[in-house]
Nanobody, 122 residues
Framework: QVQLVESGGGSVQAGGSLRLSCAVSGYSYSSYCMGWFRQVLGKEREAVAT???????SYADSVKGRFTISRDNAKNTLYLQMNSLKPEDTGMYYCASGDVWVCDRVSQINFWGQGTQVTVSS
């Protein structure tokens, strides 16, 4: 059974930091593209950061220089370190996995986590 379980969300003031984790089980995680997507009420889910199977990363322009995505294939865990958080970073963050080389679109995702809420106050 495929499972992606996020943790680490919460409430923080602007300028603060959070680290999201996603524990993966039930499939060959190391060969999949992984990503973090964010959704705000009333808007489409969008990619924040992705990392492919060889470790190459990409970021949304809005988070470049502040967020860092990483993966530990030995622990089957995906991370998102979020620094210098801004109120506009608020949203539900989803761990995602796709059996493709690049996975920055919702249509490319095979598996989703349940989401973890991040709220940044000014």
């Amino acid at each position: 059974q495929v499972q992606l379980v996020e943790s680490g969300g919460g409430s923080v003031q602007a300028g603060g930091s959070l680290r999201l984790s996603c524990a993966v089980s039930g499939y060959s995680y190391s060969s999949y593209c992984m990503g973090w997507f964010r959704q705000v009420l009333g808007k489409e889910r969008e990619a924040v950061a992705t990392i492919d199977s060889d470790g190459s990363t990409s970021y949304a322009d809005s988070v470049k220089g502040r967020f860092t995505i990483s993966r530990d294939n030995a622990k089957n865990t995906l991370y998102l370190q979020m620094n210098s958080l801004k109120p506009e970073d608020t949203g539900m963050y989803y761990c995602a996995s796709g059996d493709v080389w690049v996975c920055d679109r919702v249509s490319q995702i095979n598996f989703w986590g349940q989401g973890t809420q991040v709220t940044v106050s000014s």
